[in-house]
């Protein structure tokens, strides 16, 4: 297995790539190869410097970096030799299992909607985020988080599919619950879509659904295990949800539920519905968040996420 | 000034709503009245009970109750001598000057919008709420929160001058900031109802509007004062909110900052956008809340928010 990493990606990049990519590279099994995609030289000095084995790497030159600032669009064509774009590259002709990277989402959502393209019938992908629920170590599974603010209600039926097999594959629940986010419990609650959503949803023998919950049940695992929704809702209760921990972080309260609802930590997210892992990881990404981005990587390659997606929307 | 409360609205009426009635009483000026609506013997009972003057308040007997699971549009005229049926016939004939109730939403949002109309030129009302920002004791307002799941542009411009009404004269802003809530800061980003509206409120003289917010600018007034959505989007943000201050109890914490967000102690919100005075008051209103309901509507009364509304649609 060899996993793609774009070592120019993210605010502390290539330094905190590298340092995150040298502690995963400890729990990864020996059949299981990092390629670091960036500035050579810059990268070997990074490695030099945590007195790290390059030879534990592999290192694909770029002589280019997309910037944040940059129009996703444009960025990639405009910078062929950007590690991005390199990445993209290797990853469609198959010589690498995945690719993350924690620089430009933009560019990132570009490269794989146009170098790995769309699972053939799926209308949008998806990008997922975890929401941490109960007391314990557990955590349900939300999407769209922001590809897709104009949502059909065929495209929801899909992401509730894409988040059963995500849920099923990644958090190991047998069956898992889904639910549609909503304003009311009752089935004739939501707006137009939401509501075309659930008549759609409610036979539905795809997944196993359980009906519409509301924003005070996001954070328990009490009725649902999936939480679908329209892009635009969940970006905003992801930032909420990002908000808020930072309220609690500005009181000083330490307690160690709450630090579940540090996002940095949990490396990133795939995007569901292409036909290779791509994982976006968070810009203000630590070496922790890129060790998590890479372990995750790694999984969803493991899992063969992206062909038991494509067998389910065969 | 005469304030019209539904004493039998809400989990715990009528005991609450009485008790709640005596002590928002004594904070009264004394040419503000309090009227009770609800069975007689039973407000009278508890009027004893708390050692209360009955001469202190007047009382409009009614024989019925909606209860919270009825049809709301039914409701009212299946039940014309119920407490809020009855309430809405004096607020039409301008025997009270505002109504309020923890009761029926449902049976309230019917009462307003057929015994009270819609102030003529305002396409929908909309309800608000209270968001609390920074660490002092202040306020951003969110609306539409759960009247209009789907919202054309033009509805979204209009809750922005409502909104912006409601923050000067309740929170004396003398110039509120009002923003639209969207998946990103920049002009172009968001869902084709958000584009729009921005394009609408972007050169606006009938508010000061200051761009696009994001879920994580919720609990901050840095940017805004005022938060426009639809109300799909509002309802999902308040429930999430009101979830967190749950959990924060759950792990015990104790903290007077995060106290604020027991929406509960805020008595309630006013239906914008409607001819008179109308609060709608939290179902598990104890007296505390009853007491701010009340006191909330004296104030929409005093400022004469509804005829400022008037006018700046006139």
């Known amino acids: 297995m060899r996993i793609g990493v774009d070592a120019m990606g993210g605010d502390y990049a290539p330094a905190a790539v590298v340092a995150g990519a040298i502690i995963a590279q400890k729990q990864l099994l020996p059949e299981q190869h990092i390629v670091l995609f960036g500035d050579e030289a810059l990268i070997k000095a990074e490695l030099a410097k945590l007195n790290a084995n390059p030879f534990d790497f592999e290192i694909v030159h770029c002589s280019e970096v997309i910037e944040m600032g940059e129009n996703p669009a444009k960025s990639l064509t405009k910078k062929p030799d950007s590690s991005i774009a390199v990445g993209f590259k290797w990853l469609a002709t198959g010589k690498i299992d995945g690719f993350a990277s924690a620089g430009s989402t933009g560019a990132m959502l570009v490269g794989a909607m146009y ?15 975890y929401i941490p629920v109960g007391l314990e170590n557990k955590f349900n599974l939300i999407l769209d988080v922001g590809i897709n603010p104009d ?61 519409n919950v509301e924003g005070n049940d996001l954070f328990s695992n009490q009725k649902t295990d999936v939480v679908v929704c329209d892009g635009f809702v969940g970006n905003v209760v992801l930032k909420e949800a990002e908000a808020f921990y930072h309220l609690i972080k500005a009181r000083k309260i330490e307690d160690p539920y709450f630090e579940r609802f540090n996002f940095e930590n949990y490396g990133g997210t795939p995007i569901l519905g292409v036909n290779a892992p791509v994982i976006i990881g968070h810009g203000i990404s630590n070496a922790k968040a890129i060790m998590n981005m890479i372990l995750q990587t790694q999984e969803v390659i493991a899992t063969n996420l992206c062909g038991k997606i494509k067998e389910a929307f065969n």
Chains 1, 2 share one sequence.
Do not use: H, W
Request: a negative charge; hydrophobic letters at 40%; one cysteine or more.
């Open 151 to 211: 949502c059909r209600p065929d495209v929801l039926y899909q992401y509730a599919m894409l988040g059963s097999i995500f849920s099923k594959l990644i958090f190991n629940n047998e069956e898992p619950r889904v639910a549609l986010l909503n304003i009311g419990e009752e089935e004739e609650k939501g707006n137009l879509v939401s509501k075309s959503a659930f008549e759609l949803m409610k036979d539905s023998t795809d997944f196993k659904f359980v009906g």
């Open 115 to 129: 170098a790995i393209k769309s699972i053939p019938g799926i209308i949008r992908p998806a990008i997922a985020s």
